[in-house]
């Protein structure tokens, strides 16, 4: 076996232990799609496309509250922006490679791929052998997503009703929120978002949820730039 292929199957091995916690989300996800009328071609091709579950699993709650689809669109671009991050924090390590692999591998970044990717990258060694990683590792998620959407789709009938899944999806986002606050700028984006959200309930076609949103967005980077320390050349006194 090439060095190459070691590589990607470390990133394969990298990302089992975290399949376990991908595949409620799938199944739930793939519950909702039922229950909003999409056959299973439908589903897996919304699931093809869009390969963010975050996103996916809002957009299907958002269709569940009748929203309209300028609001369903916005708010998965909000939730989206976080892999515009992402993508800038890779493109040093990936810049140089041939489209026929930025354009998948930009197709396949997921949050779990990106943090494992993202070490090995910066921890120095052989790029070429931090990209088969990262390859390894997106499409070990990829396959995940859609096989764990598809269990839902075809096995979500025979799930009882008693398991109340219809309060999957939020507290989903909880999961995704809680390990999300790591400083003061991100408890009070979400402090501030939860309360607006709340506050703005009562808005037509769901608005509150993108009011929210901006809210929760300008008062993290308000926050983050009080707190970040001020350069060396504006505390410097004049001689």
Known sequence: MTRHWTAFFEGVRAL????????????????????????????????LLFFAGSAQMAAL??????AVALVILLTALVINLRFVMYSASLAPYLHHLPRRW??????????Q??????????????????????AGSALSMWLSWQLSV????FIGAGIPASWSLEFAIPLSFLGLLV???????????????GVVAVLAIGLPYNLGLLLASFCGICTGLFVG?????????ATKEAP
């Open 225 to 233: 730039r009080r707190r970040s320390p001020a350069p060396a050349s």
């Open 179 to 193: 390990p999300a606050i790591r400083n003061c700028a991100s408890l009070a984006a979400a402090c501030v978002g």
């Open 150 to 153: 598809m269990a839902g789709v």
């Open 61 to 66: 709650q958002l269709l569940r509250s009748d």
């Open 113 to 134: 791929a990106y943090a494992l990717s993202i070490m090995r990258l910066s921890s120095g060694g052989d790029p070429a052998l931090g990209y088969w990683f990262y």
């Open 16 to 47: 089992l232990p975290m399949v376990p916690g991908v595949i409620p989300f799938g199944l739930v996800t793939g519950v909702m799609a039922v229950e909003q009328g999409f056959s299973p071609g439908a589903t897996l091709g919304m699931t």
């Open 102 to 111: 930025k354009w998948p591998l930009a197709y396949m970044l997921s949050d």
